[in-house]
């Protein structure tokens, strides 16, 4: 046996590869055929509480312990019934692209290697989709609660100037403050505590019965912090909400933004793939007028997870905000050294995989429009479900459809508890995923459709099984 990791012997390697590789294919070809969620059972888990193995193993061996104690468990987001969470469904090309991605092994931090180039070109289209220049800069991370945080990071230095990352706030004397809807996603409010700036200074306002933010309390908000001595500066913009799928009124925001000179950030984390729909476009009018936007290509491209990404107008703030001097990062005029800009000079992230190729074969493969399709599709079939439970004597809408999710909940005569009970009983079944949220404090349930394989008569499927779930649980 050599020393080395390299199989011993390739061709038993490669048949194992093979078979491997067709069973995937067999799994996602047959996802509809199977539960959509399974707890491991006892016996299972206890196989990931071994000791670190010391010796080897066959990766054939491996590979069975993976069909039998690994594939049965997964979350379940492949499925058509998966409608818990705001869960991208993967696609078989996106999945052989991770794995060649994963051959080459390319640390894209930086260097003279194609790879940069990739990542440059989705942030190009990125700047195409949403009417950016191409001087916006881009870059993956791994998801929006990543983007949204380092948006607020560029947000910050161009409010503060660069000098701001060696001085930290102290110096400054300011209080910054930034503002963004009480239905924004809670990454928002981390990312002002990571930042430093301290989620005491997001201000959470207030929204419409739609779910978005009301304009007019966001300027009454900006006043008062003015008036008060504080420094405004950043508007989050929520394009399409965790929630209930709302979307801010992303143009009047960036109006606002502009009149008090704040930074507008737009939370794009699924909705923003909107734009890839030219029906659904309209309603993230504002979107093209953002600072900077986060977005998830592992959600509504169905890109494997992760892909989240970061696409900022000014790309020179965005790399004055964490470009670094250091000497290994110093560039050659030629040679693997070469090469302007790194991705490293754009995020926290020195070593980093191959997100791109992933992301470059989905559009590749499928291209924009029929995602975009897939997109409408399933804001059809939310309303579709909407006007299904509208017609029950079992269930009642709780939340406007904006998208793609639909809240309801159990009518009068159930108590709230009830409908946890009724979703557990969903997924204990294994028939279909929604999840829970709470709306005006009630718990309600949720369903978001997400995924490009649900077809109309799957929704038809969920609304059955919810009032088969209805009948065996106590009301
Ligand atoms: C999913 C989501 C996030 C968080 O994104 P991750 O990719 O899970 O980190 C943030 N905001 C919104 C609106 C989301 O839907």
């Known amino acids: 046996m050599s020393d080395d990791l390299d199989p011993d012997d390739w061709s038993a390697f490669r048949a194992s590869s093979h078979q491997a590789l067709d069973r995937m294919i067999d799994f996602l070809q047959t996802t509809r055929e199977r539960p959509v969620w399974r707890d491991a059972p006892a016996e299972v888990r206890q196989k990931f509480c071994a000791p670190l193995p010391r010796g080897p193993r066959a990766f054939a061996d491996a590979l069975n312990d993976f069909e039998a104690n690994i594939k049965p468990y997964a979350v379940g987001n492949t499925h058509p019934l998966f409608m818990g969470w705001v869960h991208g469904a993967g696609t078989p090309v996106g999945m052989i692209a991770e794995m060649l991605a994963a051959g080459l092994n390319a640390n894209c931090g930086g260097r003279n290697h194609i790879g940069i180039a990739v990542e440059r070109q989705i942030a190009q289209w990125a700047a195409e989709l949403f009417e950016f220049p191409q001087s916006a800069s881009g870059i993956f991370v791994t998801g929006s609660s990543a983007a949204n945080f380092l948006g607020l990071l560029v947000a910050r230095d161009a409010a503060m100037g660069h000098e701001i990352r060696r001085t930290g706030f102290s110096a400054s004397g300011e209080q910054l403050i930034a503002y963004a809807s009480a239905e924004a996603h809670g990454c928002v409010a981390q990312a002002m505590e990571l930042a430093g700036v301290g989620s005491a200074h997001l201000r959470s306002i207030p929204v419409d019965s739609a779910g978005a933010m009301r304009v007019d309390l966001l300027q009454a908000a900006i006043d008062d912090d003015l008036s008060a001595g504080l420094s405004p500066f950043l ?111 754009l995020g926290p992230d020195l070593s980093r995989g191959f997100r791109a190729l992933k992301t470059w074969f989905t559009f590749q493969v499928h291209g924009a429009d029929k995602i ?76 978001a459709i997400v995924n490009h394989r649900t077809k109309r008569a799957d929704v038809d499927d969920f609304v059955a099984a919810l009032h088969e779930s209805a009948a065996r649980i106590t009301p």
């Open 372 to 447: 975009g399709r897939a997109i409408e599709a399933n804001c059809e079939n939310a309303r579709h479900l909407a006007e299904s439970l509208a017609r029950s004597n079992v269930f009642e809408l709780r939340a406007a459809v904006s998208l793609n999710i639909v809240c309801f909940a159990l009518k009068a005569g159930w108590r709230d508890e009830a409908n946890e009970a009724l979703v557990i009983d969903l997924q204990e079944r294994g028939v279909a995923a929604p999840s829970m949220t709470h709306l005006s404090g009630r718990p309600v349930i949720r369903a």
């Open 235 to 345: 508007v989050v913009g929520t394009a399409g909400t965790v929630n209930t799928g709302a979307i801010d009124p992303l143009q009047s925001l960036a109006l606002t933004a502009t009149k008090y000179g704040l930074w507008f950030h737009v939370d794009g984390a699924f909705g923003a793939l909107a734009a890839l729909s030219p029906s659904l476009r309209p309603k993230l009018s504002g979107v093209e007028l953002a600072d900077s936007i986060a977005l998830d290509f592992h959600k509504w491209a169905h890109v494997p997870y992760d892909a989240g990404f970061l696409l900022v107008r000014d790309g020179q703030m965005h790399r004055g905000t964490f470009a670094n001097a250091a000497a290994y990062l110093q560039r050659a005029p030629r040679g693997l050294a070469a090469g302007e800009v790194w991705p490293c000079d």
